[in-house]
Nanobody, 115 residues
Framework: QVALVESGGGLVQAGGSLRLSCAAS????????MGWYRQAPGKQRELVAT???????NYADSVKGRFTVSRDRARNTLYLSMNSLKPEDTARYSC?????????WGQGTQVSVSS
């Protein structure tokens, strides 16, 4: 059974950094796209960053230059390095993958940025 488990969230001051991890299990995901989304209270879920099976990355304009998405294929783990965090980055961050035609989501990890 496929499972995605995020970790690494927390409370940080504006300008600080965090690194999120998403450990995938139940399959081999190295050739599949994976991504990070976030949802703030009262707002719609939005794409943060994705990485394709061949390593191409895509970022939301709001995080370009501050966030970096990467993956460790051997460990089936997706990462999101977040620098220069802003209060508007406060949200629940979830990872996702489309694996063999099905979408899978993790439970998410909370990131809170204080001003």
């Amino acid at each position: 059974q496929v499972a995605l488990v995020e970790s690494g969230g927390g409370l940080v001051q504006a300008g600080g950094s965090l690194r999120l991890s998403c450990a995938a299990s139940g399959g081999t995901f190295s050739s599949y796209a994976m991504g990070w989304y976030r949802q703030a209270p009262g707002k719609q879920r939005e794409l943060v960053a994705t990485v394709s099976g061949d390593g191409q990355t895509n970022y939301a304009d709001s995080v370009k230059g501050r966030f970096t998405v990467s993956r460790d294929r051997a460990r089936n783990t997706l990462y999101l390095s977040m620098n220069s965090l802003k209060p508007e980055d406060t949200a629940r961050y979830s990872c996702t993958t489309r694996w063999k035609g099905r979408d899978f989501w993790g439970q998410g990890t909370q990131v809170s940025v204080s001003s």
